[in-house]
């Protein structure tokens, strides 16, 4: 049983450029999961999928990020015209199920470094 | 306001001792469920265990418990007989029922001393 997978580990890129990360979640889990983590802080929700529909966005998804899951299986998250705010650790986590029991399982994540 | 207060930013604790790491939430809904997470330097998050709000016996997992204090809206995770390896962040994290995402506190930093 494999775990959540995210690539790459760590990107660097100027600012003003787009990138993209991909998620492989736990092939039988149907959620997958979204979160920034800065420097001393905990992760922060970004938005979420049940198989390909996107359910919830947070405030903090700008209209520069966007998420996709288009066959309910891996996701992207494309961040464009980057900026110095965000630098960040990105963090990809699936579940099974909707219960308030059900933890999330997440990957190593993507650090992403903007220069 | 905070939904979860970890006030422990660093812990230090000698190997082979047990350590508790605090926890309170902030929620008015019956139904949540209470998770910690572990964090080694590497940064993958490690889920270690949980606990529902309508849970009567507290959580165990190996060595981690959750002491549960529902009154007191507290959820501290205790490590017993700490090894080297423990040393990481450790994040509290809580789900409300029927709002799917995790909210995390800022996390405690462990030391395990040799």
């Known amino acids: 049983d494999t775990g959540v997978s995210q690539n790459p580990r760590h990107k660097i890129t100027k600012r003003g450029q787009n990138v993209t990360f991909r998620c492989d979640p736990i092939?039988?889990?149907?959620?997958l999961y979204w979160y920034r983590q800065t420097l001393g802080q905990g992760p922060e929700f970004l938005t979420y999928?049940?198989?390909?529909?996107?359910?919830?966005k947070s405030r903090l998804l700008s209209d520069r990020f966007s998420a996709e899951r288009p066959k309910g299986s891996f996701s992207t998250l494309e961040i464009q015209r980057t900026e110095q705010g965000d630098s960040a650790m990105y963090l990809c986590?699936?579940?099974?199920?909707?219960?308030?029991?059900?933890?999330?399982?997440f990957g190593d994540g993507t650090r992403l470094s903007i220069l | 306001a905070q939904k979860i207060t970890q006030t422990q930013p660093g812990m230090f604790v000698q190997e082979k001792e047990a350590v508790t790491l605090d926890c309170t939430y902030d929620?008015?809904?019956?139904?949540?469920?209470l998770f910690w997470y572990k964090q080694p330097s590497s940064g993958e998050m490690i889920f270690l265990i949980y606990?529902?709000?309508?849970?009567?016996q507290n959580a165990t997992e190996g060595r981690y418990s959750l002491n549960f204090q529902k009154a007191r809206k507290s959820a501290n995770l205790v490590i017993s007989a700490s090894q080297l390896g423990d040393s990481a962040m450790y994040f509290c994290?809580?789900?409300?029922?029927?709002?799917?995402?995790?909210?995390f506190g800022k996390g405690t930093r462990l030391s395990v001393i040799a």
């Open positions: 986590a699936s579940s099974m199920g909707q219960g308030v029991n059900q933890p999330q399982h």
């Open positions: 092939s039988e889990h149907n959620r």
């Open positions: 999928f049940q198989n390909e529909a996107q359910l919830e």
């Open positions: 929620t008015s809904d019956p139904s949540y469920g």
């Open positions: 606990q529902g709000s309508y849970d009567q």
């Open positions: 994290a809580m789900r409300e029922g029927g709002n799917t995402p995790l909210v």
